[in-house]
């Protein structure tokens, strides 16, 4: 169901490109993703933030899975750091990519990262000493299991977009069954740690720190598959690195998102869509909002 308020909104936020317009100047993201058997997340979330509109993406993955992922995107930069014997990135990683941190603009961490403990280590550091605008997807959000009091101290209000099952993982209780439940939960959870989130499921709710909420009509059932969440933390990353507020970002990406997934099922159908479709009609879903 398309959304003629939000679109508005999008078109405001989202004007034409400038002629003289620079690659830097449509943000720099860092997506740090992947590991040994999880690198399909670090390549759908990279390439994602392209495809909406990112200037320079360049994606940090451990050493060990480096030379699967430098040979699938030639328009990805990837950066190798170093792994644990388990081919997850290694915290003793964390200055090199702290000195990399300083020439982004935005920053996306979790997909595929795995839960060794020591990258889950590493991502609680980043988390605590980031100085740029943080995605915290998949992962990086099972790493705040007993944790979540870190996001208080973040530099600048992250967005979260964890599934049901991180999102309790994170911050316990049960899992919201209701519409209302979910929208509840979310917005106290988006004022007591001080983060915007946006809890995927049917009708994702995208909630922020000052009460705020949005209920995304977009999507459908085919967009229930491995992979459509990195998709998402793409979009959103390349849309905070265009210089949109963490609020909007978040809203805007699951509604061009599912709006992506709804053109791609027209073609597909709901079995057989996979998350590399949504990619493939995410540029249609933008020209028909901006247009």
Wanted: aromatic fraction near 6%; include cysteine.
């Amino acid at each position: 169901m398309r959304d003629p308020k939000i679109e508005r909104e999008i078109r405001r936020a989202w004007p034409p490109r400038p002629r003289r317009a620079n690659k830097k100047d449509f943000g720099r993201v860092f997506i740090l993703a992947g590991s040994r058997g999880l690198t399909g997340a670090a390549i759908l979330t990279s390439f994602a933030a392209l495809r909406a509109g990112a200037g320079l993406v360049t994606l940090g993955c451990p050493d060990k899975v480096y030379p699967v992922l430098a040979r699938r995107h030639p328009e990805v930069m990837v950066h190798p750091f170093p792994s644990t014997p388990a081919g997850s990135l290694a915290e003793s990683g964390f200055s090199a990519i702290s000195r990399f941190l300083k020439t982004q603009d935005v920053m996306a961490l979790g997909p595929g990262l795995g839960r060794h403990p020591n990258t889950e280590r590493l991502i609680r550091k980043i988390l605590l000493h980031s100085s740029i605008p943080l995605i915290v997807d998949a992962d990086a959000v099972n790493a705040l299991e007993g944790w979540g009091q870190l996001l208080k101290k973040c530099k600048k209000i992250p967005i979260l977009t964890p599934h049901p099952g991180e999102f309790v993982r994170a911050f316990s209780g049960k899992k919201p069954q209701t519409d209302q439940e979910r929208k509840k939960r979310a917005l106290e959870t988006a004022h007591a740690f001080r983060i915007v989130l946006a809890l995927k499921g049917y009708r994702t709710v995208v909630a922020s720190p000052s009460g705020r909420i949005y209920v995304n009509p977009t999507g459908n059932p085919g967009m229930a598959t491995g992979g459509t969440g990195d998709v998402l933390t793409g979009i959103i990353a390349a849309l905070r690195g265009q210089g949109m507020n963490p609020y909007n970002a978040a809203c805007f990406g699951v509604y061009l998102h599912g709006l992506a997934g709804d053109l791609a099922v027209r073609k597909m159908g709901e079995v057989s869509l996979v998350a590399g479709d949504l990619v493939e009609f995410l540029p249609q879903a933008i020209q028909q909002v901006l247009e």
